[in-house]
Each structure stands twice: as structure tokens, then as C-alpha cells.
């Protein structure tokens, strides 16, 4: 049966949050059940990608195994009741779609807000892991390099990767550029929910920044901080970190604000306070702004550039869906190559085989002179006689008939037999 590259996929698009938390793979866990692909399956080319909006795992096999992968998954999280997620993978087994759908998501088309440039970074890491252990032959890293030199073309050729398309992102963007003038501006972010993590993520582009954390229940504040190295703030303690603090970033759900003009006027503003309210309802009142000193942005304001910068990115999304079938064409084209590869080198070796005992056979008593004419005769005979059936097979795979014309050539040369060099 022929090897297949195949893949599976829980994602933003198929399963809520909830679900998502529960199956996202760390890197410990990627790496157990990559080594256990490689021990079960014999897997050459698998990689796994988890990022907070998606769980994949891609590999070549003749047989569709996405169940027991899914249930390795479950062995490694320690799911007893794995089999319940099932209904939340999307599965690609055919070939030229479980491309498409990695070059897709390489490039942020299938990502929440489109063309997330961090995904990317996000592929190479895991492409990265694959690698080390092995789990990456001739076939995937031909691909992974493809993917890589289309994303090139992407961001030289279109507008898609330009700007901030996400709310967090262009947060981000706003507050770098209005603090490039601050040495090592402090930050506070206040409610730790899913944009002020996202915020505190993105937080890696202002790397002079001084962060802090404040959030209701301080274990979510205290587990953000942790992995991003950032300063916790008891939530009682706000008030005194916010008089501290050049920007506060503010993403709580109250139905009242949380702060409020007569809170701000009582902080000794000495140059200016940036406050970025994310939150709806909003939670800083708007009249903050009669206080001099203070500037205030909030989700409209920050929502009109992401959305800008959007229309921009969709407006690409046809070219770089062109650039990508463009790739994955020329990637076919080598893969077919590749197909038909073992069969030509089974038959150049079993063609040398006859010719080595032939003249073994037949050269005994001749000298070295007439040895050499000889061996480069037949060497000449067996490249003319090898000419055609690799110009048939080369021609088969571009009409997508190599596997008949392999299976053909095969009987005929009784090529089963033979062992191909390591």
C-alpha cells in the first residue's frame, strides 16, 4: 500500500476553549509521543504542532492511524476518556489536502486572527522537535523547507503579514510606540482573562518593559507571570501599583468602572500616564482624560487599526492562496520524483547484479586490458537499456500513473527481490 502523508486536527474551528485546555500538548508531551510514534508505528516523518487554538499531528503512513494516535494522546495526558474528543478532530487523509492544510496553517490562514505571524515561529519550533528526535526524513524536511521558503514569498509579495490584525497585538503596538521615549516603561495589565493574557503574551515585543500582573484570583495571575517573568500584584494592593505604573492595561468585567476620573486624580502624574481600557462594558471612566497627563484608548479606538490592517490582510488572502498552490505543485512534483526513486535504483542494482556475474562469469582468463574494455561496454549497454523504463516512469508520475508503471516494471525485473543499499 502507498505511504500517505496524513493529519489531524482540534482547533479554534472544531472545539471550544475548554476542550482545547484539555487536549493542548506541552513540550514534554510532544516529545513522549513522538518517541512513541517512532516506537509503535515506525514513523519517519511525524510532527506535532500545539499552540493555545490548535492540536495537530501530521506523519506519513500507508494506513490511516489518526484513532490510536488520538488515544496515544490520551495515555500521555492521562485522558481515561479520550475516546469522548474524537467528535472534535477534523481528520485529512488524503495526501494533497494534509499538505494544503499545513501550508494553510503555516502561513495563518486557518489562524483566529488571520495571518498571526506567530504561528509561524510556532511550525519551526515543532518542525525543531521532529528533527532532534529523528522524526523527520527526506520527505518532511523537503516539505518543512517549502513551507518556510513560501512564507518568504508571502511577506515579500503581499500585504498579508503587514500591521496588527488582533486586538491584543495592535494594544501592543500602541503602547510601544507611545513609550519609545520611556526607558524601561512600567506596565501594569489588570484582569488576566483571555485578551489580558493574550496582551501579557505579546507583552515578548516590548522587551524593556517592566510588567506586572494584578487579577481577582491571584493563581491565574501568579501562573501567567510565572511562565512570562513577570511581577505579580495582589489584587487588593492595585490602587498603589497603578500610581506606579506609565501604562495600565486594564481588561476586567465589572458593570460599574474600575477606574474612575476621581481615582486617577489623586495619582502624581508626573510626565504622562497611558491607560488601555479592553474591556466591554468599559471599566475606566472616559472623563480619566480631563486629568492632565492622562491619555486613554479603549477597544473602539484600538479595534478601527486592527480592523484596518484586517481588510488589508483579506484582501491578500487570494495571492497568497495562489503562492501556496504554486508551492504545493512544485512540492508534488519532487514527491512523485521521490516516488518512483526506489524502483530505479532497485533496477539499476539488479541490472550491475547481472552484469557483475556475467562478467565474473565469462572475464576469468582476460587480461587487464580487455577486463576494462569490456566492463565499460556492458556499463554503456546497461545505462541505454535502464533509459527507457526511467523516462516511462518519470513520464508516469506526471500523469499521476506511477504506481501502475512501478507495480509493471517491478514484475517484469522481479525486483522484489532485490535489497536496495543503505
Known amino acids: 500500500m502507498q505511504v500517505k502523508f496524513r493529519a489531524l486536527s482540534l482547533s479554534h474551528k472544531n472545539a471550544p476553549v475548554q476542550i482545547r485546555e484539555i487536549i493542548s500538548l506541552d513540550e514534554q508531551a510532544v516529545h513522549g509521543i513522538l518517541l512513541k510514534l517512532k516506537d509503535f508505528f515506525n514513523l519517519s516523518d511525524a510532527l506535532i504542532l500545539s499552540t493555545c487554538n490548535r492540536t495537530e499531528v501530521y506523519y506519513s503512513h500507508d494506513k490511516d492511524i489518526s484513532t490510536e494516535i488520538i ?95 488582533s486586538l491584543s497585538y495592535a494594544a501592543i503596538e500602541l503602547i510601544e510606540s507611545l513609550t519609545s521615549n520611556t526607558f524601561e516603561p512600567r506596565i501594569l495589565l489588570i484582569g488576566v482573562g483571555e485578551i489580558g493574557e493574550d496582551v501579557a503574551k505579546n507583552m515578548v515585543h516590548i522587551p524593556s518593559a517592566k510588567v506586572k500582573i494584578s487579577n481577582r484570583t491571584q493563581s491565574r495571575a501568579e501562573t501567567i507571570a510565572a511562565e512570562m517573568g513577570f511581577e505579580v500584584v495582589p489584587f487588593e494592593n492595585c490602587m498603589t501599583a497603578m500610581e506606579e505604573a506609565d501604562v495600565i492595561v486594564c481588561s476586567i468585567q465589572r458593570s460599574e468602572p474600575f477606574i474612575t476620573k476621581e481615582l486617577v486624580k489623586k495619582f502624581q502624574i508626573n510626565s504622562y500616564k497611558l491607560l488601555v481600557d479592553l474591556s466591554v462594558p468599559r471599566s475606566i471612566e472616559t472623563s480619566v482624560e480631563d486629568v492632565p497627563g492622562v491619555i486613554l484608548y479603549n477597544v473602539d479606538n484600538i479595534r478601527s487599526k486592527a480592523s484596518e490592517t484586517l481588510e488589508k490582510r483579506l484582501a491578500s488572502v487570494p495571492k497568497v492562496e495562489e503562492i501556496i498552490e504554486e508551492s504545493i505543485t512544485e512540492f508534488q512534483g519532487w514527491k512523485k520524483e521521490m516516488m518512483v526513486s526506489p524502483t530505479i535504483n532497485k533496477l539499476k542494482q539488479s541490472l550491475e547484479q547481472i552484469r557483475q556475474e556475467e562478467m565474473a562469469r565469462f572475464m576469468k582468463n582476460a587480461d587487464e586490458k580487455e577486463f576494462a574494455v569490456i566492463d565499460k561496454i556492458t556499463k554503456s549497454m546497461m545505462q541505454k537499456i535502464l533509459k527507457v523504463p526511467v523516462v516511462q516512469l518519470r513520464a508516469a508520475c506526471q500523469r499521476d500513473q506511477a504506481q501502475e508503471m512501478i507495480e509493471m516494471i517491478s514484475d517484469l525485473f522481479d525486483l522484489d527481490r532485490v535489497k536496495t543499499d543503505k
Open 71 to 165: 488515544k496515544l494522546i490520551g495515555l500521555e495526558k492521562g485522558l481515561v476518556d479520550i475516546v469522548n474528543y474524537l467528535e472534535y478532530f477534523e481528520i485529512f487523509n488524503d495526501d494533497r489536502e494534509a499538505i494544503r492544510h499545513l501550508f494553510r496553517v503555516s502561513m495563518g490562514l486557518e489562524a483566529q486572527v488571520v495571518g498571526d505571524i506567530q504561528i509561524s515561529n510556532q511550525v519551526k519550533r515543532s518542525y525543531q522537535a521532529s528533527a532532534d528526535l529523528n522524526m523527520a526524513g527526506p520527505f518532511l524536511h523537503r516539505l518543512m523547507h517549502t513551507v518556510f521558503f513560501t512564507n518568504k514569498r508571502i511577506v515579500q509579495e503581499t500585504a498579508f503579514r503587514d500591521g496588527a490584525a
